[in-house]
């Protein structure tokens, strides 16, 4: 949404210049004879397009904002920024339940641990799968995506480079990395892709650490992110000591079942139910 001040000229003549703009459509709503909102159906490279129109015409003294939420000291804007640009569903509500207590004037923030987690409603948090190779990493990947994002084959080292993408878990967007198969007789190419795995395992906000009933877990980076054992193929037996969660991909059940499990480590749904005022916008 971008904040025009129109100055001297009226709004009809820019109004009918916008619509031309590369085929763009726009929906402006007019406050005043000389300022106006416009909303263009597009992201924000449609909108550098239109301010950047704007500067070239009878509007050039305008002003604009391309996000509501950049006054830190606007509670509602903040709350109104965070609405446009959360990934996942699961923040649509909450984020409207926080406006209404901010209307209420709650001031009982809620609990920091929750404020921790909260903040992955908005910005998707970072899953990374760190084991060794042939042992099922790249099949439970395409499982949770329901589509085939991975190469999955008997060799070893198939996964070369790790593999990103954006997962819905239960109506958390996450940011999901399948990493190539620790092992110590990778070759140069391998070793180089396994030093990127390890980064992102230094920034991940969640670690699957795999294995399955014939492989160890290797040793994992140094990581602050929550960490969670998985004993992958679980149809084909668990290992003598069985990690807390087991998943078999060619059961649907098993993994929504985990889908569920890392939501709520994640973002727990005591944070979700907290009944406390978010106020992220002091963090």
């Known amino acids: 949404m971008t904040l025009i001040s129109l100055g001297a000229d009226p709004l009809p003549s820019h109004t009918s210049r916008l619509r031309e703009i590369d085929g763009e459509e726009v929906v402006i709503a007019r406050w005043s004879p000389l300022d106006a909102h416009i909303m263009p159906h597009g992201g924000v490279e449609v909108m550098k397009r239109i301010v950047a129109r704007l500067a070239r015409t009878p509007a050039s003294e305008t002003t604009h904002h391309l996000a509501p939420s950049e006054d830190p000291h606007d509670p509602e804007a903040c709350v109104a920024g965070a609405l446009a640009h959360a990934a996942s569903p699961l923040a649509i509500d909450f984020l409207l339940d ?5 209307r209420e004037g709650l001031s009982t923030p809620v609990a ?3 404020a921790a987690v909260l903040r992955h409603l908005i910005d ?3 899953i990374v799968a760190w084991g060794p190779p042939n042992v099922g990493k790249s099949t439970l990947l395409n499982a ?11 060799e070893a080292g198939t996964t070369r480079d790790h593999v990103g993408v954006l997962l819905n878990l239960g109506g958390l967007v996450v940011r999901y990395a399948d990493t190539p198969g620790i092992r110590p007789d990778a070759d140069p190419a391998e070793e180089q892709a396994i030093d990127i795995a390890r980064s992102l395992v230094s920034a991940a906000d969640l670690v699957l650490w795999c294995s399955d009933r014939l492989s ?23 290992p003598a000591k069985p990690a807390a969660f087991a ?3 060619r059961s649907e059940e098993s993994v929504l079942a985990l889908a569920f499990v890392l939501r709520e480590a994640l973002v727990p749904i005591a944070a979700l139910q907290d009944p406390g005022l978010w106020a992220f916008w002091n963090a």
């Open 98 to 102: 926080q406006r209404r207590r901010l």
């Open 112 to 114: 920091p641990d929750h």
């Open 124 to 126: 998707p948090p970072l």
């Open 144 to 154: 949770l995506a329901r589509t085939e994002i991975s190469i999955v084959a008997p």
């Open 216 to 238: 160890e877990r290797p040793a994992l980076p140094s990581t602050v992110a929550s960490i969670v054992p998985l004993d992958l193929r679980s149809d084909l037996g668990l």
């Open 247 to 249: 998943v078999s991909a």
